[in-house]
């Protein structure tokens, strides 16, 4: 197998100081966001974040395979910079296009030794299951424990809303929901609002139980390759719990933030913890951002 990143043939955005390559390392059906050599940093500047929504709208429109649940992920806290100490991100993209891609970049010898990929995105992709699956056994578990603790009553979800954004906890999943209240929003403007409110949230929370000290997480932004003056948000349904009748009521969200499943649990406020567990309980658990 060859031990480097390779870049994707044809890249729509040479100009720019940012690049997407295939994760030749851990065959999984995404692409890498980096620096290029000459520009590799810690942390990005400002306009280079706008160069990576501009690189991915822009490879979106020249892949149109690749548009469909696509979705653009940060990681932050733990889950973030455990083998790589440059900035990176992943864009996470459909399994079916990415494995043609794999597969014409391998016929056309690009790849020399590395005809394996396939095989191993397959074996990772069963270890991933297998190893959520235990997730999901563990949290149904332990649920007990999580129950009651203080941050779900001392630190609601609704006091980081803004003027432009939403949150919500969402029904099946450990992850908190985010819905635009105009589908014009620059997706630079969310992804701003969904760092801090990551940075904010994670000191909150830390302060009334250490658990939440650096915790690990995905700031997941739907994306798309609708050619438009700025880049915008990406609306996408998804199944909401709400302090109602109903409970769950299926929404419009622009991205989520992934969560540890445990430490969503705490958080989630006590009346949604009957439906949450049996929704979470008859789901897969998958996580492939």
Same mark, same amino acid.
């Given at each position: ?15 720019l100081p940012v690049e997407l390559v ?14 290029? +050599? ?50 990176? +991100? ?6 079916? #296009?990415y494995c043609r891609e794999v597969q ?47 941050? #779900? ?9 803004? #003027? ?36 904010? +949230?994670?000191k909150k929370l830390s302060a009334i ?81």
């Open positions: 197998m060859i031990k480097q990143l390779i870049d994707i043939p044809a890249n729509p955005s040479s100009d295939f994760d030749v390392l851990t065959p999984r059906p995404h692409f890498i966001i980096k620096h290029k +050599a000459e520009f590799r940093k810690a942390t990005p500047t400002e306009n280079e974040l706008k160069d990576v929504m501009k690189l991915i709208t822009d490879f979106l429109i020249e892949k149109p395979d690749y548009d469909s649940n696509t979705i653009l992920s940060f990681h932050r806290g733990l889950w973030y910079k455990q083998k790589c100490p440059d900035f990176h +991100a992943h864009l996470c993209v459909p399994r079916k #296009s014409r970049m391998i016929s056309s010898n690009q790849w020399l030794s590395s005809k394996d990929y396939l095989n191993r995105l397959e074996q990772n992709l069963i270890c991933s299951k297998v190893k959520y699956s235990e997730y999901q056994t563990k949290c149904l578990v332990m649920a007990y424990r999580c129950f009651n603790d203080p941050v #779900s009553r001392y630190l609601p979800l609704s006091q980081f809303n803004t #003027s432009k954004f939403t949150l919500v906890f969402l029904a099946s999943s450990p992850r908190i929901g985010v819905i635009a209240k105009k589908e014009t929003t620059e997706l630079k403007v969310l992804y701003n609002f969904m760092e801090n409110f990551y940075f904010s +949230a994670r139980n250490p658990l939440y000290e650096n915790f690990g997480a995905h700031l997941c932004l739907h994306v798309g390759g609708k050619k438009k003056k700025n880049v915008h948000v990406v609306e996408r349904t998804d199944r909401v719990l709400f302090n109602t009748i109903e409970r769950i009521k299926t929404e419009r969200i622009v991205g989520y933030v992934q969560m540890e499943e445990q430490l969503y649990l705490r958080w989630l406020p006590e009346i949604f913890h009957r439906t949450w567990l049996h929704e979470f309980r008859n789901n897969q658990h998958f996580v492939r951002t």
